[in-house]
């Protein structure tokens, strides 16, 4: 399969997969918009839920946080590896 770009791609994987992101989804406040906008999709859609994850003051995804919001309904854990928001890459 070839799309344009990972937008289109992720935007195909989200549709496609629907249905199994009934539940909760964790993101952190550093996602880029176009990562955050599909979930808020599959939200209304579905029903799920948005939790976000902080940031600690070094600008990091704060782990005790995510910790503490995962449970039996969180289907998926939004996480990036470089945030452009930030200008950071985070150690993960």
Not at 12 to 25: D, E, K, M, P
Not at 70 to 92: A, R
């Amino acid at each position: 399969m070839f799309l344009g770009n990972m937008q289109s791609f992720f935007y195909f994987l989200v549709r496609t997969f629907l249905s199994y992101f009934v539940g909760q989804i964790v993101l952190t406040v550093a996602e880029h918009h176009s990562a955050i906008v599909p979930w808020q999709f599959v939200s209304q859609k579905t029903g799920a839920t948005l939790k976000y994850v902080g940031l600690t003051k070094e600008e990091v995804p704060d782990i005790e946080q995510l910790k503490a919001l995962l449970s039996n309904k969180t289907k998926i854990v939004v996480v990036h590896h470089v945030s452009n928001v930030l200008g950071k890459s985070f150690f993960i």
